[in-house]
């Protein structure tokens, strides 16, 4: 399971895990040069023989994950019209990521994609299940793994202690900030299993990090 990197299809886990065995959670990079259509992701990314996870259900044996890129509500430091102010002025998802009817997206589209992304989790996680329960989303759902906070910092997280406090999760997997943090909120485990960028990652490195965020079914 991979969140997304940059370009529309950009993924290093081709060189250590079969395509068909890889499953895509995007990322904001993933749109750039494109519009948020995810139809035209899935078609890029079955072409090259891996699977799309946007409000997607996998399920391994006890475990299921519930997958999608969720973005931000520009709410984490209590001012979101300065934050998405702030994040439409020097975020390049505005100046690179297009609307399907045409023109540059604003923070408001990609508001818009959380409310429905969290409403689609809440719903997944509300059905009943025996086994495993992992989130796992692009964007981060709290401000203690966003690293130091600054006017940008809403664009990276949002605050969901609340909702993981009503919903209880086992897990929450996410990637897009870099930074190797995690934490646990009401006692869920809270990671970020990105790999990061090339440079990012030393010489054969790939694999372990990679692997932070593999889970066994039934453990």
């Known amino acids: 399971m991979i ?8 993924c290093p886990a081709r060189a250590l895990v079969p395509p068909a065995r890889i499953w895509v959670i995007p990322g904001n ?7 948020l259509d995810d139809n035209v992701l899935a078609r890029i990314v079955t072409e090259a023989g891996a699977n799309l996870a946007q409000k997607r259900v996998l399920t391994f044996g006890n475990c299921r994950l519930l ?3 969720l973005w931000t509500d520009f709410a984490l430091t209590g ?9 439409g002025m020097g975020m390049l998802d505005y100046a690179r990521i297009r609307r399907a009817e045409g023109g540059l997206i604003r923070p408001g589209d990609t508001v818009a994609i959380h409310h429905d992304h969290r409403d689609w989790l809440t719903r997944e996680i509300a059905k009943p299940w025996r086994g495993q329960t992992i989130v796992a989303t692009h964007h981060a759902p709290d401000a203690a793994v966003a690293g130091p906070l600054s006017s940008i910092s809403p664009a990276f997280a949002s605050d969901l202690e609340s909702w993981i406090d009503a919903h209880r999760p086992d897990y929450w997997f996410f990637g897009h900030t870099h930074r190797p943090l995690s934490t646990r909120i009401r006692g869920a485990p809270v990671v970020n299993v990105s790999l990061g960028t090339p440079d990012e990652v030393p010489e054969g490195g790939q694999a372990e990090l990679l692997l932070r965020g593999l889970i066994f079914p039934g453990a």
């Open 3 to 10: 969140r997304g990197g940059a370009g529309p299809w950009h």
């Open 29 to 35: 990079h993933n749109y750039y040069g494109a519009t």
């Open 67 to 69: 997958c999608c890129t």
């Open 79 to 87: 001012d979101p019209e300065a934050a998405m102010a702030r994040a």
